[in-house]
């Protein structure tokens, strides 16, 4: 977003320099990337005017500057000549929307142009370069030169993308006092010309026609702001919706009125139907595409480019104004479909204040017949212009609460009264109706950080900080989960939600979510899964030597591209040795357990079985287990599959542990409540015969399962007996809840013993 600071100025009444204009508006949340200084025309003497060799209207011109050194300009104008002080454009100034470089005609070099009166935006004259007064100073600006704001704009701040939006946010600052426009809408007019809506995604459409119109070029200072922020000035038509466009954050577009063919319809495109745009493009319509037609066809692609029937050219003497709020969704999809890209669609598809349709259509209407002349012969609207009906219920305690720091209530209200936001105030709680161009803010949350961010980080001081006297536990449920990952060893991850299809397709059978405009070409899909990621660093650390890694990341990831459609996903990665190489101990390679462990410690003593049917494609087959809980997967480990890791050039063995839902764990939302007894612990042990195939897991769950009083089993032994039989031992601990006698325990343990061989196949062992 660029603006001038005389543009500023026409709605903010304030005392700041640039430099403080700038700083305030990067403190509060619009980062001010560049203040541009415009490199403008100068005045410039004429000492020499010598003929062109070979030419008939070229003279070569030596001019004084004021720097001392004559400038050499080569320069075809009939009333060039010694002693004529004029404009000179040097290179780096933008005239006419085309920057002014150095270069050569018919082989003569010229640094520079001179000017004409309509190329300077002064005048329409362009039979000649502009004369000026003797007593011009040479070497001083012949135009204004109005610094440049250069910003950029976060997609939650659509508000910014109007120059009375940045005065409105600075006067609450406190920077100036907010000059209220004067807005107006049109009188009806009734006409022939109507406009038809038909379809839901355009809840308002407004026209104004003007007729009896002599098309000029706009004022200057329309021009001049206009060229400042790098937007060529065609005409006072198309110019003025530019200038409401940036001025007001209304994109609107101008017809010629003899090209329309009867009335207006807002409509969904047919599939398959053809439109050309403003630049002689053609496109291929789907049924998704919002458009403007007549009755002829289309006349142009609603909230994204005019087309080239219709258009507004020097021979046009009867309009027809566009303002008009359109869907953001569905600009969005028609412009990143097409890849176009244009400040319509850019503050369609972030949101515009749906209200003020009139209000731009006024004073387009009255900027351009100021200029053309004209006469408003109908005005039209479909639709019905939205009411804000956003009230949203805050309490100040609220700003304490979620910020610990302590800003009385009329503070807070007179912040948001200059942020143009109406309260009601009834029985202590605020009902609060944000200004409608601000649609970013739905919440109360919304409304603590629009308080803090304009009271002032800087303006926070340890006394205002409140201090509570208890500490209490975090209880954010994903923080939690963090905590205990790191508590494990594990170093958290961060990545973009992207994947790459190629990747996603070796490692499960999910459905890929292609993104139609990749930032980068491996970076084509909202990510199905975060494995992909964390190889990715696996790969890209093991060839820079690092090949020992334990990272975990808990992130999104997508199911499909519709609003809804995803869920929250942790991937732990442990690859290379469990820890350095040390004198004192041997250091060992990780292994699944050490994954399936991490996994363990999340479920919080919750009960499980482990399954080993059905690997996904990431996984060694014959190293994987799956957590179950009946017949619901919680999660998953395993050894990265030697064909993928040999596709992906990783040769350091890795271990996985994904939890592919993260809202189903279960041991992090209902932790299994430990039991607290007065009674020593008890221990026994079993050894069972079972299948050489039967895993050991699935024993110690059942035997578990038995009791509650059981509250743990750990294997201590295991060997091959031959015929396809296994021995596997094992100890449980009890902990009783009262006395218990040895028939007690006795009838524990058969239950034990009858449990496990009735749901595992097994037989105790007598020896």
């Known amino acids: ?3 001038t600071y005389d543009w500023l100025k026409d709605y903010l009444k304030t005392a700041a320099n640039v430099e403080q204009i700038a700083d305030t508006l990067t403190r509060t949340g619009l980062e001010v990337e560049d203040l541009i200084v415009p490199v403008t025309p100068i005045a410039a003497k004429i000492i020499e005017c010598t003929p062109v060799e070979g030419s008939d209207h070229l003279h070569v011109l030596k001019v004084d500057d004021g720097t001392g050194t004559l400038r050499q300009v080569v320069c075809g104008a009939p009333n060039a000549r010694k002693g004529l002080i004029s404009a000179l454009a040097t290179p780096g100034c933008v005239i006419e929307g085309h920057e002014i470089k150095s270069g050569k005609l018919r082989g003569v070099l010229s640094d520079g142009m001179m000017c004409s009166g309509r190329e300077l935006g002064i005048n329409d004259d362009h039979s000649g370069i502009i004369e000026l007064p003797e007593k011009t100073k040479i070497g001083s600006p012949v135009l204004n030169s109005e610094i440049v704001f250069d910003a950029g704009i976060t997609p939650n701040r659509p508000d910014y993308l109007a120059v009375r939006g940045i005065a409105l946010d600075l006067s609450a600052c406190g920077l100036g006092e907010y000059i209220v426009p004067k807005d107006e809408v049109l009188k009806p007019v009734s006409g022939a010309r109507k406009v038809n809506i038909k379809t839901d995604k355009c809840p308002v459409y407004q026209f104004c026609e003007i007729r009896g119109i002599t098309v000029k070029q706009s004022e200057p200072n329309i021009k001049s702001r206009l060229a400042a922020i790098g937007i060529n000035p065609k005409n ?5 919706t530019n200038y409401i466009c940036y001025d007001m954050g209304q994109p609107m577009h101008c017809f010629d009125a003899d090209e329309i063919n009867g009335n207006i319809t807002v409509r969904m495109a047919d599939a398959g139907e053809e439109f050309t745009d403003l630049f002689g493009n053609k496109h291929t319509l789907q049924n998704t595409d919002m458009v403007i037609a007549d009755d002829t066809g289309i006349l142009a692609l609603a909230g994204v480019i005019g087309g080239a029937r219709g258009m507004t050219t020097e021979k046009t003497k009867n309009i027809i104004l566009e303002s008009a709020y359109f869907n953001s969704v569905s600009v969005r999809k028609t412009s990143k479909r097409l890849g176009i890209s244009t400040d319509s669609s850019y503050r369609y598809e972030r949101g515009i204040d749906p209200t003020i349709t009139g209000i731009a259509l006024a004073k387009a209407a009255r900027m351009i017949m100021d200029v053309c002349g004209g006469e408003i012969v109908c005005t039209g609207i479909g639709g019905k212009v939205p009411s804000e009906n956003r009230i949203i219920e805050y309490s100040t305690d609220m700003f304490l609460a979620k910020t610990g720091i302590d800003i009385p209530a009329d503070v807070q209200r007179e912040i948001l009264t200059k942020l143009g936001f109406k309260i009601v105030e009834r029985n202590g709680i605020w009902f609060i109706t944000p200004t409608p161009a601000r649609v970013n803010i739905e919440i109360a949350e919304n409304i603590v950080s629009e308080l803090i961010r304009i009271y002032g980080y800087d303006n926070i001081s340890k006394a205002a900080v409140h201090k509570p ?11 939690n989960v963090k905590q205990e990952l790191a508590a494990r060893g594990l170093n958290e991850a961060k990545a973009y939600g992207f994947g790459d299809s190629k990747i996603e397709e070796l490692l499960s059978d999910k459905p890929i979510v292609k993104i139609t405009n990749p930032i980068i070409n491996n970076m084509n899909t909202a990510r199905n899964c975060i494995l992909e990621t964390l190889l990715g660093f696996v790969g890209e650390n093991e060839k820079r030597g690092f090949p020992d890694l334990n990272i975990f990341e ?19 990665v442990r690859t290379g040795d469990t820890s350095p190489k040390h004198w004192q101990h041997r250091n060992r390679p990780a292994d699944i357990y050490d994954v399936k462990a991490d996994l363990v410690a999340l479920m919080h003593g919750q009960s499980f079985t482990v399954s080993t049917d059905n690997p996904p494609l990431w996984a060694h087959p014959f190293r994987y287990g799956a957590i179950m809980q009946g017949k619901n997967k919680i999660a998953e480990f395993g050894e990265l599959h030697p064909s993928v890791a040999h596709k992906l050039k990783i040769k350091t063995n890795v271990n996985i542990a994904i939890v592919d839902d993260v809202e189903k764990l279960p041991g992090m939302r209902k932790p299994k409540e430990p039991i607290i007894s007065d009674f020593q612990p008890i221990t026994r042990d079993f050894a069972f015969i079972v299948d050489v195939d039967f895993p050991a897991e699935k024993l110690v769950g059942s035997a578990t399962a038995t009791d509650s009083r059981i509250t743990g089993a750990i294997v201590f032994d295991a060997f091959d007996m031959g015929n396809g039989k296994k021995s596997i031992a094992f100890t449980i601990t009890i902990t ?3 006395n218990m006698s040895e028939d007690d325990l006795q009838n524990l343990q058969n239950s034990v013993i009858a449990n496990v061989e009735k749901k595992c196949k097994a037989k105790i062992r007598d020896k």
């Open 1 to 3: 977003m660029k603006w």
């Open 236 to 240: 006072a038509p198309v110019d003025t």
């Open 736 to 738: 009783p809840t009262d």
């Open 554 to 572: 808990l992130g999104t990831v997508f199911d499909g591209d519709m609003p809804g459609e995803q869920h929250t996903q942790i991937c732990i």
């Open 469 to 479: 006297t208890d500490s209490a536990p975090h209880r954010d449920f994903y923080i």
